[in-house]
């Protein structure tokens, strides 16, 4: 099944798109989509646990998903 990974700002220009339509089993979850992710070059610029949204609500790891979902990794924000 696809899903779509949707990287944004330092993520984005690490990886060098701001999204990537993802290959998974049918039993995939979040960690499945981080660690292909992961395998790409640039991606040792993400930290060992970003934040994550499926669907415009944040998920955890353990989340199964399904075909069609978005995935976002989100990086940290500053603001003040």
Known sequence: MTV???L???????????SLALEVP???TVADVLG???SMP???RLPREPLVAV????ARRDRA???GDQVAIIP?????
């Open 65 to 67: 998903l399904a075909a």
């Open 26 to 28: 049918h039993d995939a």
């Open 4 to 6: 779509n990974v949707l």
């Open 36 to 38: 292909q992710v992961r």
């Open 42 to 44: 640039g991606a040792d």
């Open 55 to 58: 669907n415009e609500r944040y």
């Open 76 to 80: 940290p924000v500053a603001g003040g």
């Open 8 to 18: 944004f700002a330092s993520y984005a220009d690490a990886l060098g798109t701001h």
